[in-house]
């Protein structure tokens, strides 16, 4: 079990000036990465052989934990879960249990994860117990061969019965799919008609130039969201929506249908102005910005000060950083802002 260290076993209510970064934009979206390894090795996302960070460097469950209630502290009021894939790290529950304290306190509005669906059978009711309303589930076809040649070695039932095992736990479920050119064309159909009849939100997000797979092939890969709405257009009545998540999508329900599909659009219209969240890795990294390389290392001061008055000029000082948008650009058929570090390594 994770033992809470004794600053933090009671619920943190925001008692400190809000987050808000050189831009005057309130920080209230935290995405914490709780390990880098990952069951699967996603063409688009990971090389297939691909060298995960040595365990000792990954914090402690303790130690994410008094990060994040750092930053519920200063106001952020929605954690999402991510890696790599969350469910894989050992006793990963514990943590959960631990943060559900601050949707008890009130601190927290929002608890939840995005995974790729493999290990979600076993741990569906455990997460709907601790507090956890909505899933994130990242599947890019319906089509058992074709899902196993993108994952490398995933295998579709698993996911697909974990994904029934929320949904009979009482969490919502949205389907998150990359597009990928020559792909996700086919996809198109099969996804929303089965989603529709499921009952799951569905959201298209673009490739962004990250990881080792090369800028050239990223590129390749890269299929604007405005060709899929065109696609969806053909069939579907599109009606625009103004709500929003917190997060970067931007909506539209199909009068047909009633299904709600979101787009995710960094490289053809992106959404920067507006950005309220920031990343933390599972060691300690601070990103300000998935499009940008620089980053603030927190492990030091989490490790160097019993208190958290450092902790927090630390975070404060980064969040001052926050640059403006990042960089990505494929407008002339040449991929700019391109970052080496993969999605697994940020968090998704």
């Given at each position: 079990?994770?033992?809470?260290?004794a600053?933090?076993?009671?619920?943190?209510?925001?008692?400190?000036?809000?987050?808000?970064?050189?831009?005057?934009?309130?920080?209230?979206?935290?995405?914490?990465?709780?390990?880098?390894?990952?069951d699967?090795?996603?063409?688009?996302c990971?090389?297939?052989?691909?060298?995960?960070?040595?365990?000792?460097?990954?914090?402690?469950?303790?130690?994410?934990?008094?990060?994040?209630?750092?930053?519920?502290?200063?106001?952020?009021?929605?954690?999402?879960?991510?890696?790599?894939?969350?469910?894989?790290?050992?006793?990963?529950?514990?943590?959960?249990?631990?943060?559900?304290?601050?949707?008890?306190?009130?601190?927290?509005?929002?608890?939840?994860?995005?995974?790729?669906?493999?290990?979600l059978?076993?741990?569906?009711?455990?997460?709907?117990?601790?507090?956890?309303?909505?899933?994130n589930?990242?599947?890019?076809?319906?089509?058992?061969?074709?899902?196993?040649?993108?994952?490398?070695?995933?295998?579709l039932?698993?996911?697909?019965?974990?994904?029934?095992?929320?949904?009979a736990?009482?969490?919502?479920?949205?389907?998150?799919t990359?597009?990928?050119?020559g792909?996700?064309?086919?996809?198109?159909?099969?996804?929303?008609?089965?989603?529709?009849?499921?009952?799951?939100?569905?959201?298209?997000?673009?490739?962004?130039?990250?990881?080792?797979?090369?800028?050239?092939?990223?590129?390749?890969?890269y299929?604007?969201?405005?060709?899929?709405?065109?696609?969806?257009?053909?069939?579907f009545?599109?009606?625009?929506?103004?709500?929003?998540?917190?997060?970067p999508?931007?909506?539209?329900?199909?009068?047909?249908?009633?299904?709600?599909?979101?787009f995710?659009?960094?490289?053809?219209?992106?959404?920067?102005?507006?950005?309220?969240?920031?990343?933390?890795?599972?060691?300690?990294?601070?990103?300000?910005c998935?499009?940008?390389?620089?980053?603030?290392?927190?492990?030091?001061?989490?490790?160097?000060?019993?208190?958290?008055?450092?902790?927090?000029?630390?975070?404060?000082?980064?969040?001052?950083?926050?640059?403006?948008?990042?960089?990505?650009?494929?407008?002339?058929?040449?991929?700019?802002?391109?970052?080496?570090r993969?999605?697994?390594?940020?968090g998704?």
């Open positions: 079990m994770l033992e809470k260290p600053a933090f076993r009671n619920p943190v209510m925001p008692v400190c000036a809000p987050l808000i970064d050189g831009f005057c934009r309130s920080i209230r979206y935290l995405r914490v990465s709780v390990t880098d390894r990952c699967f090795r996603c063409t688009y990971m090389a297939e052989r691909v060298q995960f960070l040595p365990r000792k460097e990954l914090l402690s469950l303790e130690e994410l934990d008094r990060l994040c209630s750092a930053f519920v502290g200063m106001g952020v009021s929605k954690l999402r879960i991510t890696g790599g894939e969350p469910l894989v790290r050992r006793d990963i529950m514990d943590f959960f249990r631990a943060m559900s304290r601050h949707l008890h306190g009130g601190a927290l509005r929002e608890l939840t994860l995005t995974t790729n669906g493999s290990q059978s076993r741990h569906a009711e455990a997460l709907a117990s601790c507090g956890v309303r909505r899933v589930v990242s599947l890019d076809t319906l089509d058992p061969g074709r899902f196993a040649a993108l994952t490398r070695r995933g295998q039932a698993p996911v697909l019965d974990g994904i029934a095992a929320a949904r736990a009482g969490l919502r479920v949205k389907i998150n990359v597009a990928l050119k792909f996700t064309e086919d996809e198109l159909v099969p996804l929303v008609d089965w989603c529709a009849a499921e009952g799951h939100d569905l959201t298209f997000i673009e490739l962004m130039p990250m990881g080792e797979e090369g800028a050239e092939k990223r590129i390749a890969q299929l604007p969201l405005s060709e899929l709405r065109a696609r969806l257009e053909r069939r009545t599109l009606q625009p929506l103004a709500e929003t998540t917190g997060g999508a931007r909506y539209v329900r199909l009068a047909e249908t009633g299904q709600k599909i979101g995710i659009t960094p490289l053809s219209h992106n959404f920067c102005e507006s950005c309220n969240r920031v990343r933390l890795t599972c060691t300690g990294e601070l990103y300000t998935l499009g940008q390389e620089g980053s603030t290392d927190l492990r030091p001061v989490l490790r160097g000060a019993p208190g958290d008055a450092a902790l927090e000029q630390a975070i404060r000082a980064a969040i001052a950083r926050k640059p403006r948008g990042h960089d990505f650009d494929y407008s002339r058929g040449v991929p700019r802002g391109v970052v080496s993969g999605m697994n390594h940020t998704g």
